[in-house]
């Protein structure tokens, strides 16, 4: 702490990411990167824009980028939104959307940047309780609220809802902004992109990190009606005028672009995922239902701090939060072929 210090400050809790080890040779799933790379036509395009255009600003507006996320979900581009990473994305939405005065809602098990952005931006909160079997309850969101949130499929359960639930929850808040963070979306869930044109309140995210395998590059957007879009973009500019520099804008649109190499590593991780969810029940845990590129388990008779470590040991990283409820689980990525070898190996 220090005097110099804006007052606020001294109150910051930040969030807290995944570690990412400098040690090479270690099997890494514990934040859900993607095993395969990305599109070999995104690198392609993003070597010929590593040129002296670098002297040059990047466009502001993410034209191009926009562009091919409007056409990959035919929309139109008032509606879509881009940022640097979709935590980007979510803290303007949090900063424009959510500051009513009533506390925002979301799941009590959810992403933990949540509460972290609440904090910065001043923000009232109530997490919500997942049911026993760590599913959200439509019912609950049914209240007063400045706002509701959540990831779908949910982080870290990975357990998906489906459409006709979030219509219920967008229809029970007529008068507040719901985001639905689908970061994980297309390992198995329907977009609720499709809700846009019929619910002005609806703002959906997604992030590239995930299926399109480019978490180094960072990029994320929003999808929902202009008015919404309009306040993110204010927001924008006046923060950071070009969040997207130069390759990330090529890079991004050309990923959204190649649906075919984008299809066919969904697809990989998926069947690597039902793959490793059976072996893991043969071994005697407990896998919750995953749409995503993650499962979340427990064993009844290891204690997952302690796998955690001895995992670690051998060289294999996954993810554990020390948070009531959920202490007893494991969330881990799901690897390569090989790589869930070597965790099954391990275990
Ligand atoms: C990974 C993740 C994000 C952030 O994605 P970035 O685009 O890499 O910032 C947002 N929400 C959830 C639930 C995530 O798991």
Redesign the pocket.
């Known amino acids: 702490m220090s005097k110099f210090w804006s007052p606020f400050v001294k109150n910051l809790v930040p969030y807290v990411p995944g570690e990412q080890p400098k040690m090479a040779k270690l099997v890494k799933l514990n934040t859900?990167e993607n095993p395969y790379g990305p599109s070999p036509k995104a690198l392609e395009a993003m070597r010929a824009e590593l040129s002296d255009n670098l002297r040059l600003y990047p466009d502001p507006n993410s034209d191009r980028l926009k562009q091919a996320v409007a056409d990959y979900y035919g929309v139109k581009t008032s509606q879509v939104f881009v940022g640097n990473?979709?935590?980007?994305v979510?803290a303007h939405a949090f900063h424009g959307l959510f500051q009513h005065g009533k506390p925002l809602l979301f799941p009590d098990i959810s992403?933990s940047?949540y509460p972290v952005y609440c904090g910065l931006y001043g923000i009232p909160f109530e997490a919500v309780p997942l049911d026993d079997q760590f599913q959200i309850r439509v019912e609950d969101y049914a209240r007063a609220n400045g706002g509701i949130i959540f990831?779908n499929p949910n982080?870290p359960t990975g357990c998906l809802l489906a459409l006709d639930a979030i219509e219920q929850i967008l229809k029970g808040s007529p008068d507040t902004v719901v985001v639905v963070?689908e970061?994980?979306i297309d390992f198995g869930g329907q977009t609720a992109i499709g809700l846009v044109d019929r619910y002005p309140n609806l703002l959906v995210t997604q992030?590239?990190?995930?299926s399109r395998s480019l978490?180094g590059l960072?990029?994320?957007l929003a999808v929902g009606h202009p008015d919404l879009i309009e306040a993110l973009e204010r927001i924008k500019n006046s923060f950071n005028s070009y969040p997207i520099d130069r390759m990330a804008n090529v890079g991004a649109a050309v990923a959204f672009e190649d649906r075919a190499y984008f299809e066919q590593t969904c697809k990989a991780v998926i069947d690597s995922r039902e793959s490793l969810v059976a072996e893991l029940k043969q071994r005697g845990f407990e896998v919750l239902p995953s749409a995503a590129n993650f499962i979340f388990a427990r064993h009844p008779q290891q204690d997952a701090a302690v796998l955690a470590a001895r995992l670690r040991e051998q060289g294999v990283i996954v993810r554990h939060f020390k948070q009531e409820r959920i202490a007893q689980f494991l969330r881990i990525s799901i690897g390569t072929p090989e790589q869930n070898q070597a965790l099954l190996d391990a275990l």
Do not use: I, Q
């Open positions: 859900n990473g979709s935590d980007e979510l992403y940047f990831p982080a963070d970061a994980y992030t590239l990190s995930k978490a960072r990029v994320g």
